[in-house]
């Protein structure tokens, strides 16, 4: 592991869609790439069951954050007991990655929260609401809690008007 290297690198497990899910967060995220490609071998066929020249990992960065997608097949599917929270500075980046990462066939939730198209789980928050409901105003954050429960995709005015009021 070089210096530069992250300690730790999710890796997130899908049937076979890994390159076509890297593909897909790269496009919707600012400083994000694809960085490398391996393939499966012959080597431990008994064991992976897999074709050789089938696209085993992808190594990629979305927002300089690394990830690994493994294709390694059906056995495990994503739940909401992961999932990435993306910060939004305003409602413009609320409504950008709310509708992107919904794009294809995702679905979605309560409270910020949705699945994309592969069923990876996502929070889709202001950053405003962090500094509310971490803040000093206890009723001020209890207002703006309130108001987030009842929402889907949060709206920043109605979060700041629970929270002013």
Known sequence: MSLSSPLITPCLWFDNEGEEAA???TSIFPNSEILSVSHYSEAGHETHGQLAGKVLTV???ISNTPFVALNGG???KFTEAVSFQVDCKDQ???DYYWGKLLEGGG???ECGWLKD???LSWQVVPVQLKEWLSGEDKEGAKRAM???MKMVKMDIARLKDAFKA
Do not use: D, I, L, R
Request: proline fraction near 5%; charge should be neutral; charged fraction near 30%.
């Open 23 to 25: 593909k897909f967060y």
């Open 74 to 76: 059906p056995q495990f």
């Open 117 to 119: 198209k592969f069923g």
């Open 146 to 148: 309130e108001a987030m």
């Open 59 to 61: 190594n990629f960065k």
């Open 92 to 94: 413009a980046e609320v």
């Open 107 to 109: 679905t979605e939730s």
